[in-house]
């Protein structure tokens, strides 16, 4: 490949997928980024800073087929976004036979809850935080019982993800989603770092490199269990 294809290609890549890779840099931990607002069957307008889900859902099942890759790093800096799409995405990293490790940076909010708990390990800064609301359409009340009946069985789902991934009950869950006095019911709950370790959403506070650590650890123990079934 010529030189100027290649840059070429790397800037395509960034542009379209906000990926790049490092000069002279292999590596077999695929970093996977959640950004903004997880995109799904509508097109937000050009000025939201958007992850699309028809972007992630081909990188994962790429990621699951490599020889190379050997973990998935997943970091978080997302306000939420569609609920269906950030369901695929997350029980899509759920099922990778790959170790992954999530850390939210800055932000994991609304349906970046599961996709941050679908990873075999996840991590949060101390500043960062979490916001847990129960599901909702529009700013609108919509008077039709089954439009109320699909939002609950959405949020159920919800809420048997998160407690299936993560150490919360479901109990705590929905009170932490439902629970009043924090500006409006509307908004649920926000959790700062520490506060979603204590909760059990999140397995430790850390940064990137105690994400990268823990990552390793869990591909040296990936690569000794089949060295044993070898």
Known sequence: MKPEESRGRRIDALKELGETEVPGAKSNIHCLTIVGQVEGHMILPPQNKTTKYEHILPQLVALEQS????GVLL???TVGGDVEAGLAIAEMVASLSKPSVSIVLGGGHSIGVPIAVSADYSM?????????HPIRLTGLVIG??????YLEKMQDRVVAFVTRNSRVTPEKFK???????ELTRD?????VGKEAVEYGLIDAVGGISEAVKKLNELIEERRNNKGLLQ
């Open 175 to 181: 009170e932490l989603m439902f629970k009043t006095g």
């Open 67 to 70: 020889k190379d890759i050997e």
């Open 75 to 77: 970091i978080l800096n």
């Open 144 to 149: 039709v019982p089954a439009t109320f009946e």
């Open 124 to 132: 949060i800064a101390s500043t960062a935080t979490m916001t847990i």
């Open 187 to 191: 908004i649920g709950t926000v959790v």
